[in-house]
Every structure is written in structure tokens, then in C-alpha cells.
């Protein structure tokens, strides 16, 4: 599978440069664990919470895991959302900007089990599925003519058989990279599947789960 280049990269680096906080937060398999790993190096560890003795680490002792980190990338933090109140104690002993890049599948905010906010600490961004631009590495200011009143003008429009099956494959790198729309398509029954058995169950209890694909 290619590697994108993802236009929210540099709004990432920025962010790491003057807050000692990031999150990286999206839907899951939009490119935010390949992103993110671009910015761990020998200075900055990486860490998922995808690894079972991390995860149990991070919840029966999140002072202590953080405790042992300078700097690091936390992968799927929404995972163990403790993991913030110890962040955030970190980061007061230490407000050097860049300390921490965190990335999540859900709106922490949101989880009932969010401590703590990091508000003033943490700056977040949204990385979303790749876009039409991002897929054909291209400056992708289409927008950004339009608000400074100027209309864009496509060299090779697109319309019919072709724009239809660009849209209905939309921008997840994985989906992207399967060769048929029904490859495709398979993928996503199995993408919708996993969010259900695994990140509803972890954000709220829902009886009858069976139901709620509906």
C-alpha cells in the first residue's frame, strides 16, 4: 500500500512545536497510527495501546508508565482514557511543547470515562480519510479559490462510470488500495463490523448490539 502524504502533516508539526500536548484524533483506519509514526524517532518513543501489556500498564498504573516517558506517541490513548490525568500531571511538571502526540479513534471529550480535559495543554486536530487531492499528491487549494472568489477550472472534469466509482470508493488507504469495488466493499462490512465489537462496547453499553448495524 502507498504512502500518502498527508496535507495535515505540517499543522501537526507546528502544533508539536509550541503545545506540550497533540491529538491526532479521526475515525479509525483513516492513516492516523502511519502518521504518527513519522513523528517517533530515538528522542520520541512509540507506543500503541493496541499491545495487550501496554494496555494493562497503562490502566492499572498510568503514572507510572508516564512517568518513564520524556517524550512519546501514545497510539489509541481512547483505549485508556486514564492515561490523560497522568499526562496532564506530567505535562505541568514539564510544559516543554512537543512532549506527548497522542492518537484516537474517538472523541475523548466524550468518553465517560475522560478525567480530565487537558484544556490549555492540548491541541487537537482532525485527521479524516484521504482526500481526492492527498490520493493524486496533488496541492489541493480547490476550496481555497473558491473563498478568495476565484472559480476553478478542472483540466480533465470527470463525470459518469468514472467520477461514481471515485466516489463510492471514497478515502480510507485500505479500502483504496483493494482492487474491486467488491474487495471494497467486503472491507467495509468488515470495518463496520469491528467498530461495533470493539470500540462501541468500549465507549458505552449497548444492549441489543446486534440491532444497531441497522
Known amino acids: 500500500m502507498p504512502l500518502y502524504t498527508r496535507h495535515i502533516h505540517r499543522r501537526v508539526t507546528t502544533?508539536?512545536?509550541?503545545?506540550?500536548?497533540?491529538?491526532?484524533n479521526g475515525p479509525r483506519q483513516a492513516g492516523k497510527t502511519t502518521l504518527a509514526r513519522q513523528f517517533a524517532d530515538s528522542r520520541r518513543a512509540f507506543i500503541t495501546l493496541d499491545d495487550e501489556l501496554t494496555l494493562l500498564a497503562a490502566r492499572?498504573?498510568?503514572?507510572?508508565?508516564?512517568?518513564?516517558?520524556d517524550r512519546a506517541v501514545i497510539d489509541e490513548v481512547q483505549r485508556a482514557p486514564s492515561l490523560l490525568l497522568a499526562?496532564?500531571?506530567s505535562v505541568d511538571q514539564d510544559r516543554r511543547p512537543g512532549?506527548?502526540?497522542?492518537t484516537g479513534s474517538a472523541n475523548l471529550m466524550l468518553l465517560p470515562t475522560t478525567a480530565d480535559s487537558l484544556a490549555g495543554r492540548m491541541e487537537t486536530l482532525v485527521l479524516l480519510p484521504l482526500a481526492g487531492c492527498e490520493m493524486q499528491d496533488r496541492p489541493g487549494r480547490w476550496?481555497?479559490?473558491?473563498?478568495a472568489g476565484k472559480i476553478p477550472k478542472a483540466k480533465r472534469p470527470e463525470v459518469g462510470s468514472v467520477l461514481l466509482e471515485k466516489v463510492l470508493r471514497g478515502g480510507y488507504p485500505e479500502a483504496v488500495a483493494r482492487a474491486t469495488s467488491r474487495r471494497r466493499a467486503t472491507w467495509a462490512r468488515q470495518y463496520t463490523d469491528a467498530l461495533l465489537q470493539r470500540d462501541v462496547r468500549?465507549?458505552?453499553?449497548?444492549?441489543?448490539?446486534d440491532h444497531l448495524p441497522r
Not at 15 to 24: E, I, K, R, W
Not at 99 to 102: A, N, S, T, V
Open 15 to 24: 502544533a508539536l512545536s509550541d503545545t506540550p500536548v497533540v491529538l491526532l
Open 60 to 69: 492499572e498504573d498510568p503514572v507510572g508508565l508516564v512517568r518513564g516517558l
Open 87 to 89: 499526562i496532564k500531571k
Open 99 to 102: 512532549r506527548f502526540l497522542l
Open 143 to 147: 476550496l481555497d479559490a473558491v473563498y
Open 202 to 209: 468500549e465507549i458505552a453499553h449497548i444492549d441489543k448490539l
